[in-house]
Structures are given as structure tokens and as C-alpha cells.
């Protein structure tokens, strides 16, 4: 188990001040990342304006039921790395660790859903911009929708393939017994990171499957 | 600072002193840089037709100007350098709150500045530094590698915001309230919340403009049904208030040089930090007033218009705070100070041109012409070029141990204000008369006014040349600097020079105000 | 006065009255800035020297300002920026809103070329011929990049972006020649996208109109290759054409008779009532929304079933289909506008390969 003193770095008073510094860090990264997504949503909003029904049709090629998979997918992960932390701040990292572990493995599942849905939509012509090749839907707009499908829920996996890696390094970390009751500030940081990763496909799937 | 280590103890150095030092060699070689392109520009336009280079050279060498000067100059400079010195040393800290946060900013600009780089390599764009599609989108030159550098370095100016956001928060010294804060404190803390909050939306729009330009998406393009104009909102979103990331920080020198020379504390000190934050929060609702010509609706064209007149309106409240700084004060006119009131001027004029061009029914006749060049040039190099020096020379001691030459430095500061107005006056003028910005060439009639700021502009790059000139020669022949040359009572300066690793001996106290000068305390005087 | 501020601040010639007044607020402006940095240069340097350091150590007093400093500071220049604003603003609204009365003038950039097309007539390139004394509304737009046409006489620039339609307007005072140029980067023929407006008298314009109605056509085909073989169509008849191809004739009728959509028949200037019970007046900003937005201002008591057209139709098409439904009238008392001034291009700048 740790003891508050070795974890405070050399310009931090006490345990408690650094904590804060991280977790206002991390809030301050986390909204960055959400006006990063920002500005795709803005270009979907316009565009959805421009083009309601190409929206609406195109909408209507992607599978609604792998969207709703995913989505409880990833709110179950939600709830693993969450109930890792509490494992964690009660000094039992094993179980904390395989929480992760379990976490890590849910995240793997969101990906090969993905990889389906994407692998279907490239086969059926489903694509951005000037590789739009569908012509059961050729109307202007839906290859703007693939457009925005594809950079949306790409960036997207981008950020769940790093949350992956930093969930592992926090699992060898807690199987290690590095965090413990005083001391779990990465792992906090580390399910912030993964619950910002949950909040973001939160808002894709209604907008890019539902309406 | 006193040389400690070798190469490799500065590479992977967490001081956050040592991090400044290392932004003050990569700025400044940035500068130089972007310094060259620009009298590359002024030579081109010395004759109306093809005078040294081709179009698309030409092109090429206005883009990288700007991109450079902006992106890896204007941006990083104040905060890299003196926000990272001086901060700490301002509160109370022994470090910023993440120094290993620190040290990888320092790589991403190094790695934004190399794709940057490689880019110029393999031909550059030619899209000017504001990428506005379908241009940029269509464009035969490599544009990814100049906007996936835009991109990293925008990622090393949000890793700096942030840190300095949460030092601000968290590390203040015992004592030090947040009304007891050094002015420069208060317009970095302001700084950084810009960069923190309008950057991601640059890198996004830079991201969504290389995968355009690459493959074909269609994001922003007409002929696939995409809005040309939303990038414009989106750019312009982030850039405006990116306008006030580069001039804030100057702005804050200013206050600190002032108060240091004039011996007066800052009159107004509450109006002067929260004209820092207002700035920083108007400037988000002003991006419209670069679209007032693109067909935007009168309504919008208004609102863009009175929102843009609040920015002048805290400019303003700062300068007269400035100006009743020095009344009934004990001024020694040293070249900070010099290019402290340099600054003041530039930022007047400037600022109200600016104002100026947000009255909508002016811009419509100065949009995209020189005299838009002139008043940004005028708050970019007559404000954040001119506070950045005003730093320099400020804090040089602190920073290298040495003291450089005072004739010298006024000397070069005279060559500097005269060069600038020659450069940028005639600017204006040009706009009036009609002259279109990023001309190759052009109709003879401008061509005097062209020849004048030609001429301006060697002016300018000699003063440049001649600051280089004995601040490197300061560092080997320079007398060995007192721990507070100019008695300033400034907090930075209660620390010995060279800094200790930690920053200070002991904990610091704060019983006074920062700039207290009512009374001769003995031990701050220096000498 | 006026002369004489205009030269030392190198303006160009003032064309129109609107450039006048522009022009005064400009001199009020720079006045006021110039006065502005010089006082505060002055107070700085003053303080700098009356105050000027004589003992080191010297103390000096803490002063703070007062309230009454506060509402100087802010509320002197809040005052006199909204007293700007306060000018300019309408002048602004006043370009932004053509006269109803106005010639329509459609322009096209294109790398490195403007083209000017007039309603019920071809179109000619760099070259722009206008009456003197008569507005003229140009409706902008763009076949590649944006472009910004700016013709610094008048005070006036408009962004050419492509997929939309811009507009502004001007009203030459007398008949001379004025510089067109290229305000916004376009690429490496950017500085050479110059053009010439020729006012005219108005009596001379309609002479000159006449003499080149007579004459055979030959710049058409070449800047409107999209609408079909002949060269000699004007505007309204490539418009009948296209609105065939397009598919607008399978839902609306030109005869009056109501069918998908609303007719065309006296469309153009009708006061159509909006879904959310607004009105609207069907000009040619809202015909060309409604192409490229159909949804956003459906007219009352017809189904949404419009598809957008937003990427599909070129800028010069849709001008020509705008001007088709402006054709369809009953009463027809509207003056004609001009039959079309045929000029060839003129010979000029080469565009450069890429």
C-alpha cells in the first residue's frame, strides 16, 4: 500500500492540492476534447439542415440494432471502469485490475462491432465524399452523411483504441498495487477519460442512427 | 540561470525555467524565419510586375510568413518564454502544476515546427495562412503537412494553457490572493483559457480541411454539396480569438514594465486584469466581423459589428489605466520602458483602425486590402512584437545572468518604432487607395506607397538585427546582472539571479502588494 | 475639404454617392484615430518627461482611481465607437438592400476571369458596361474558388462563393472607367483577375445597347457551357430549358394551375405565406434559397417534398432558371431589361496553366 508522501510531487504542498491539480487538469482536457467534437457537430447540424431527407434516408442504411449494441456496450464499460475505481480506493487492486481487464474487453467488443458495420458499408458503397457509390440513394447529401459518419465515428474509435491503452497501463498498474484508498488519482483520470469516451458516443448514436 | 548539466539534463529538463529558454531559441529562430519571408515579400513588391520571384513563389512565401509568424512565433512566444519564467516565479511555485506536461509542449511545437518544416521542403502552400477552402482543398501544392503542423502545434498551445490554468489554481503561494495577482499573471491566466477553449476547434477545421485536401470527403466543397462558408465560421471561430491569445500576454508585459519604470503602482488595477477577461470572453462572439463582405445577413453583420466595439472598449479601459500609470510616478526611460510606450501607440492606433473596420459599412471598402494588413500588422508587431521585446529586455538579466547594452538598446529601439511606421503607414494607405492584400503585382499607381514600406521594412529588420546583435554578445561580455537591476518590486524579482532549481530560498512572503512603491524600503533597490 | 482629405488619405475617385458617404464617415474616423494615438502618444511622452526619475528611491504615491474615472474610461470611447457604429451601420443596411427598381447584372468569377451576364441577353467577360445614373444590383457568385469583386470607386466588395448567390448594388454618378479587382486570394492569377467597369450615359448605354443587339452574338456558348448548344439563348430561354431538365416543370406548373409545388406564374414578387405564418417576398434571394434550401422556407399548404438542389445546379444555371420564373408574368408592365450588350472577350490576361 502507498503512503500519501511518495506519490506528492517535489512542487505540490500535500496530497490534496496535486489531486485538485489533476482533476481541474483533466476536466480542462476533457473539454477540449468535447469542442474538438464540437466542431463536427456543427458541420452535421448545418448539413442535416441542408439535406433533411438524404439525412433521414441515408440514416436509414445503417443499422440501428449494432448502434443500440454498442451503446450498451459502452455504458456497461462505463460501469466497470467505475466500479474499478471503487475497488480501488477500498486497496483492492486485483479486483480493480480485472475490472479494467473486463473494461478493456468491452471496449474490444464495441471495435468489432464497428469493424462490421464498417466492413458492410464499404461493401455496400456506403462512403464518403466522392467514393459514394450507392445508387439506390444517389441524392446530394447522402454522401455528405457518409462523410460525416465516417469522421465522426472514426475520430471516435481513435479515442476508444487510446482509452484502451490507457486502461491497460492503469490495470498493470493496479494489479501492481500502485494505487490504493490515499492514492488513486490516475485511475479517476483514467475512468473521466473513459466516461468522456461514453458521453461522446452517447450523442453519435441518436444523431447518427435514431434520427 | 547558472549552467548546470549537459545537453541531454536540457532535454529532458522539467525546470520550467530551462522549458523557457527553450521556446526562447526555437521562437526565435521561428522568427528569423518568418522575418526572412517577410522581406522576401516587401522585395517582390518593390516594382509593380515580377521583381525576384514567380507568382507561385511569391504565394508560397506569404503563406509561410504567416503561418510561421503566427503559428510558431505569435502564439507560443509570450506564453512559452515568459509565462513559463515567470509565473511561478510571479505566485510563489516551485513549478508549474504538470512539468512533464511542460517538457512534452515543448516537443509538440518541435515536432509541429519539423512537419511545418518538411512541408516548406517539399514546396509549401499556397493557400495563405487562413486555408479557406474550396482553395485550400483544391490546391496542387502539399497543404497536409503544413496543417497536420498546425494541428500538433495547436495541441502544444493547449497543453501550456491548460498547465498554466491549474498552476494559477492550485499553486499560488500562502498569502497571495487572487486580487494580489501580477498583472501579467491575470492576462496569461486569460491567455490560456482562450487557448485552451478555442483551439480544438482550429484542429478540427485544420484536420477536416487535410483529409478534404487529401481525399476527396467533400466537407467544405460546393460541388459535393459542402458550404465553402462553414469553414470560414469555424476558422475564423478559433483565429479571431487567437488574435487576442498573441496580444494579451504583450499586454501584460506592458503592465508589469510600466509599473517597474514608472515606480508607480498600476492605477486601476481591477479594471486592468478584468479588461483581460472581458477581452478574452468578447473575443469569442466576434469571428463574424471576417465574414461582413461573404454575404452574411445585416442582422448578423450588426450584432459581429457592436460585439467587436466591446474589444476596443477594454482596450481602451487599459491604455487610460496605463497612461494615469505614469502620472506622479518616478520614470526612467530604459529600453523596456521604450518599447513599453512604443507599444501603447501601436496599440491606439492600431486598435482603433480595428474599431474602425467594425463600423461593417468601412470594412466593406478595406476588406481584403492592405489597410486589413496594416491594422493587424500594427497590433501584431506594433503590440505583441513590441511587448515581446519589451519582455525581453525586462527580464533578460533574470533570465541569462547578464546585463546587455542600454545605448544599444535604444538605439535599436528607435530603429524599430521609426521602421514599423514606415512599413505599416503606407499600408493603410494603400488599403485606402484600393490595393488588394496577397498582390503579386499591381497597378502602377501604388507603387510609391510600395517602394515606402519597402523601405520601412529594411529599417525594421536592421533594429531586429541589431537586438540579435548585443544580446548575443550580451551573454558573453555583458556585465553580471544585480538580482533586481531596475528595483522593481515586482514579485519575480524577490528571487536571487540565477534562480535556485526551486525557484526560491525559503518560502516567499507577500506582506506588500506587487508594485508597491510608496515608500523606500530598503533591499529591493538592487545595486 | 472633402478634396482634400480625400487625397491625403489616397483614396480613389468616389463614383457614386454612397462612396461619398462613406468617405465622410471616413474622415471622421481616422480623425478621431489619428487624434486619439497622437493625444495618448503626447500624455505618455509628457508624463515621461515631467516625471521623469531624479533621485533614485524616490517614493511615489498609490493613487486609485475613482469612480468617476470608471465611467470616463469606460463609457468615453463605448460612447464614440457606438457613435461609429451608429453611422456606419446604415450605410451598411443601405448597400445591403438593392433597390426595387435596380438592373440586374448577374457576375461570375471564374480562375482568373469576372463574367457579366444580363437578364434576357449573353454576357461578357472583364469587361462591365452600365448606365450612369441608374442602379444596378449584381447578383455574384462563382464557378471554382472564392473571389471577392471589389470596385474600390464605389466602395464595394461582395464575395463570389461558389454554390450561393451574393448581392450588392452601386449607382454611378457619371459616365467614366473604374477598376474591378479581385479582393479575395484565388491562386497564382490572383493580382491579374482585373476588370474594367465602362459607365456610360444613359442615353449612350441604350444606343450602345442597341447597336450590339444587332450584332451576332459570340461570347455565350464559351461562358455557359452547361446551357446547351445555342449561343444566342438568353438567360430566360436557357432558364425554360434547364428547368425542364432539372425536373422543376414535373411539380410546378407556369400556367397558374396548382400542382406538387407553387406555380411559377407571377411567383416573382409574390408575397408567399410561410409554414409558420410569415410572408415572404419571392425575390430572387428566396427563389435561389429555396433551391438550394427547400425545406427551410416551405410555402404554406404544400407538402415538403422538394429535394434539395444545393451542388447539383452551377451558379449560372440557377441564375438563368431565377430569371425564367421572373419572365412568367401576366400583366408583363415590367420594363424589359436590356437585351443583351454582345461583346467578345477581351483579350488580356492568359490564365497560366496549373
Redesign the interface.
Known amino acids: 500500500m502507498s503512503t500519501s508522501s511518495e506519490h506528492v ?4 504542498p500535500d496530497l490534496e ?1 496535486q489531486a ?2 489533476a482533476r ?2 483533466m476536466w ?2 476533457l ?3 468535447i ?6 457537430f ?2 452535421y447540424a ?2 442535416r ?6 439525412f433521414a434516408g441515408a440514416s436509414g442504411l445503417i443499422d440501428t440494432r449494432m448502434g443500440a449494441l454498442n451503446t450498451v456496450v459502452l455504458i456497461t464499460s462505463s460501469l466497470t471502469v467505475a466500479l474499478a475505481y471503487h475497488f480501488s480506493r477500498q486497496g483492492r487492486g486485483r479486483a480493480a485490475a480485472a475490472l479494467l481487464l473486463a473494461t478493456i474487453a468491452l471496449a474490444g467488443v464495441f471495435l468489432v462491432v464497428k469493424y462490421v458495420e464498417y466492413a458492410h458499408h464499404i461493401g455496400a458503397g456506403h462512403l ?4 459514394y457509390r450507392y445508387p439506390a440513394l444517389d ?3 447522402a ?2 452523411f457518409f ?2 459518419y ?2 465522426m465515428t472514426g475520430l471516435h474509435g481513435i479515442h476508444v483504441v487510446a482509452g484502451m491503452g490507457v486502461l491497460a497501463w492503469l490495470a498493470a498498474g493496479a494489479w501492481r498495487g500502485s494505487y490504493g484508498g490515499e492514492y488513486s488519482t490516475p485511475l479517476e483520470l483514467g475512468g473521466m477519460y473513459w466516461h468522456l469516451v461514453d458521453l461522446v458516443w452517447i450523442f453519435l448514436f441518436p444523431l447518427l442512427y435514431l434520427i | 540561470m547558472a549552467p548546470r548539466g549537459g545537453a541531454w539534463s536540457w532535454l529532458t529538463t522539467r525546470d520550467h525555467k530551462r522549458i523557457g529558454i527553450m521556446y526562447l531559441v526555437l521562437t526565435s529562430a521561428m522568427l528569423a524565419l518568418g522575418g526572412f519571408y517577410a522581406m522576401a515579400i516587401r522585395m517582390e513588391l518593390l516594382t509593380p510586375g515580377p521583381t525576384v520571384m514567380e507568382a507561385q513563389t511569391y504565394n508560397r512565401m506569404f503563406t509561410l510568413h504567416g503561418v510561421i509568424m503566427i503559428l510558431l512565433f505569435m502564439i507560443p512566444a509570450i506564453p512559452g518564454i515568459f509565462t513559463n519564467f515567470f509565473l511561478p516565479l510571479m505566485i510563489g511555485a516551485r513549478d508549474v502544476a504538470f512539468p512533464r506536461l511542460n517538457l512534452f509542449s515543448v516537443y509538440l511545437y518541435l515536432a509541429g515546427a519539423l512537419i511545418a518544416v518538411y512541408g516548406m521542403i517539399q514546396g509549401g502552400a499556397d493557400t495563405g495562412w487562413t486555408f479557406y477552402t474550396p482553395y485550400s482543398t483544391t490546391t496542387v501544392t502539399k497543404v497536409w503537412p503544413i496543417l497536420l503542423g498546425g494541428f500538433t502545434l495547436g495541441m502544444a498551445s493547449i497543453v501550456t494553457g491548460l498547465n498554466f490554468i491549474v498552476t494559477v489554481h492550485t499553486l499560488r503561494a500562502p498569502g497571495l490572493t487572487w486580487m494580489r495577482l501580477p498583472l501579467f499573471v491575470w492576462s496569461s491566466y486569460a491567455t490560456s483559457v482562450i487557448q485552451v477553449l478555442a483551439t480544438p476547434v482550429l484542429g478540427i477545421t485544420l484536420l477536416l480541411v487535410a483529409v478534404e485536401n487529401v481525399f476527396g470527403f467533400g466537407v467544405f466543397d460546393p460541388a459535393r454539396g459542402g458550404d465553402p462558408v462553414l469553414f470560414q465560421h469555424l476558422f475564423w471561430f478559433y483565429s479571431h480569438p487567437a488574435v487576442y491569445i498573441m496580444v494579451l500576454p504583450a499586454m501584460g508585459v506592458v503592465s508589469e514594465v510600466l509599473q517597474a519604470f514608472a515606480r508607480r503602482n498600476v492605477f486601476g488595477y481591477k479594471a486592468v486584469a478584468f479588461s483581460s477577461l472581458g477581452i478574452a470572453f468578447v473575443g469569442f462572439f466576434t469571428w463574424g466581423h471576417h465574414l461582413f463582405t461573404s454575404g452574411q445577413s445585416a442582422v448578423d453583420a450588426g450584432i459581429f459589428g457592436v460585439l467587436t466595439m466591446f474589444v476596443g472598449v477594454f482596450t481602451a479601459i487599459k491604455v487610460f489605466n496605463w497612461t494615469a500609470t505614469l502620472y506622479r510616478g518616478s520614470i526612467s526611460f530604459q529600453t523596456p520602458f521604450a518599447y513599453a510606450i512604443a507599444f501603447i501607440f501601436f496599440v491606439v492606433f492600431g486598435g482603433m483602425t480595428g474599431v474602425a473596420l467594425a463600423t461593417v459599412a468601412l470594412d466593406v471598402h478595406w476588406q481584403d486590402t492592405y489597410f486589413v494588413v496594416a491594422h493587424f500588422h500594427f497590433i501584431m508587431v506594433g503590440g505583441t512584437l513590441t511587448g515581446f521585446l519589451a519582455a525581453l529586455h525586462y527580464w533578460w538579466p533574470k533570465m541569462t545572468g547578464r546585463m546587455y547594452s542600454e545605448k544599444w538598446g535604444l538605439v535599436a529601439a528607435v530603429f524599430i518604432f521609426l521602421g514599423f511606421n514606415f512599413t505599416f503607414v503606407p499600408q493603410y494607405l494603400l488599403g485606402n487607395a484600393g490595393m488588394p492584400r496577397r498582390y503579386y503585382s499591381y497597378p502602377e499607381r501604388f507603387w510609391a506607397l510600395n517602394v515606402a514600406s519597402s523601405a520601412g521594412a529594411s529599417v525594421l529588420a536592421m533594429g531586429f538585427v541589431i537586438v540579435l546583435a548585443y544580446l548575443l554578445l550580451s551573454l558573453k561580455y555583458g556585465p553580471r546582472a544585480a538580482a533586481n537591476p531596475w528595483g522593481s518590486r515586482g514579485y519575480e524579482w524577490m528571487t536571487p539571479t540565477p534562480p535556485p532549481p526551486e525557484n526560491f530560498l525559503g518560502q516567499p512572503t507577500y506582506p506588500r502588494p506587487a508594485h508597491d512603491y510608496r515608500e523606500a524600503h530598503p533591499g529591493q533597490e538592487g545595486h | 475639404m472633402n478634396e482634400l482629405m480625400r487625397r491625403l488619405l489616397f483614396l480613389p475617385e468616389q463614383a457614386s454617392a454612397y462612396a461619398r458617404q462613406v468617405d465622410q464617415l471616413h474622415y471622421f474616423v481616422i480623425t478621431v484615430t489619428m487624434l486619439g494615438s497622437a493625444g495618448v502618444g503626447a500624455a505618455v511622452v509628457w508624463f515621461a518627461i515631467r516625471y521623469r526619475r531624479r533621485a533614485e528611491g524616490d517614493p511615489t504615491p498609490h493613487l486609485s482611481p475613482r469612480p468617476y474615472h470608471e465611467v470616463l474610461f469606460i463609457g468615453g470611447p463605448l460612447a464614440l465607437f457606438l457613435l461609429w457604429f451608429a453611422i456606419g451601420y446604415p450605410l451598411f443596411v443601405r448597400l445591403a438592400t438593392p433597390p426595387k427598381d435596380a438592373l440586374d447584372v448577374y457576375v461570375t468569377g471564374k480562375k482568373w476571369m469576372w463574367k457579366f451576364a444580363y437578364p434576357g441577353g449573353p454576357n461578357g467577360v472583364d469587361v462591365l458596361h452600365l448606365p450612369a445614373g441608374r442602379p444596378v444590383r449584381l447578383l455574384v457568385t462563382s464557378r471554382d474558388v472564392i473571389h471577392s469583386l471589389f470596385l474600390p470607386d464605389f466602395r464595394v466588395k461582395i464575395d463570389a462563393v461558389p454554390g450561393r448567390y451574393t448581392q450588392t448594388w452601386l449607382q454611378a454618378e457619371k459616365p467614366g472607367r473604374h477598376d474591378i479587382f479581385c479582393a479575395e486570394y484565388c491562386g497564382v492569377g490572383h493580382s491579374a483577375m482585373l476588370g474594367e467597369l465602362v459607365v456610360l450615359d444613359p442615353a449612350r448605354f441604350d444606343e450602345w445597347l442597341a447597336e450590339t443587339r444587332r450584332s451576332p452574338p459570340l461570347a455565350a456558348a464559351q461562358d455557359f457551357p452547361q446551357a446547351g448548344g445555342d449561343p444566342a439563348a438568353t438567360l430566360v430561354e436557357q432558364g425554360r430549358r434547364l428547368a425542364g431538365a432539372y425536373g422543376c416543370l414535373s411539380c410546378h406548373t407556369v400556367d397558374g394551375t396548382r400542382h406538387i409545388g407553387p406555380t411559377w406564374l407571377d411567383l416573382y414578387l409574390r408575397n408567399e405565406r410561410l409554414e409558420d405564418d410569415t410572408t415572404v417576398v419571392a425575390d430572387e434571394s428566396y427563389l435561389t434559397e429555396s433551391m438550394m434550401l427547400p425545406r427551410t422556407k416551405g410555402v404554406k399548404g404544400f407538402q415538403k417534398v422538394m429535394p434539395t438542389f444545393q451542388g447539383r445546379i452551377p451558379g449560372p444555371e440557377v441564375a438563368a432558371i431565377v430569371e425564367f420564373i421572373k419572365s412568367l408574368r401576366t400583366d408583363a408592365v415590367r420594363p424589359e431589361p436590356s437585351k443583351g450588350p454582345v461583346y467578345a472577350p477581351v483579350p488580356g490576361f492568359v490564365p497560366p496553366e496549373k
Open positions: 510531487a517535489h512542487h505540490f492540492t485538485h491539480a481541474l487538469g480542462l482536457f473539454a477540449t476534447e469542442l474538438l467534437f464540437a466542431g463536427l456543427t458541420a448545418l448539413y439542415m441542408l439535406f433533411p431527407s438524404a464518403p465524399g466522392r467514393y441524392v446530394p447529401g454522401a455528405m462523410t460525416l465516417f469522421l
